[in-house]
């Protein structure tokens, strides 16, 4: 069973920054690939997505601090998350859809705080 790994999570201060990686355990193709975000007592929520030709969308929240990014030939999915913010403290989740499916990370705590 192929899945999602992330990494990269992690503490740190207000201001500062982090990249999460993503890459599938096993060989399967994806096409759109994005990290999603669940905060404590909220719902998940879409955080970027990036289409297997480099289109990309972010949420309104991140737009100008968080960069999407993509190495096809690694299947592999970035986030750098630059002047985080304590609103940012989330599990964020890594999420592929392939031709066998959607896909899901088992997700990677970044903690924002002073």
């Known amino acids: 069973q192929v899945q999602l790994v992330e990494s990269g999570g992690g503490l740190v201060q207000p201001g500062g920054s982090l990249r999460l990686s993503c890459a599938p355990s096993?060989?399967?193709?994806?096409?759109?690939m994005g990290w999603y975000r669940q905060a404590p007592g909220k719902q998940r929520e879409l955080v970027a997505l990036?289409?297997?030709?480099?289109?990309?969308n972010y949420a309104d929240s991140v737009k100008g601090r968080f960069t999407i990014s993509r190495d096809n030939a690694k299947n592999t999915v970035y986030l750098q998350m630059n002047s985080l913010k304590p609103e940012d403290t989330a599990v964020y989740y890594c999420n592929a859809d392939s031709v066998g499916g959607i896909y899901w990370g088992k997700g990677t705590l970044v903690t924002v705080s002073s």
């Open positions: 990036i289409s297997s030709s480099g289109s990309t």
């Open positions: 096993g060989s399967i193709f994806t096409n759109r």
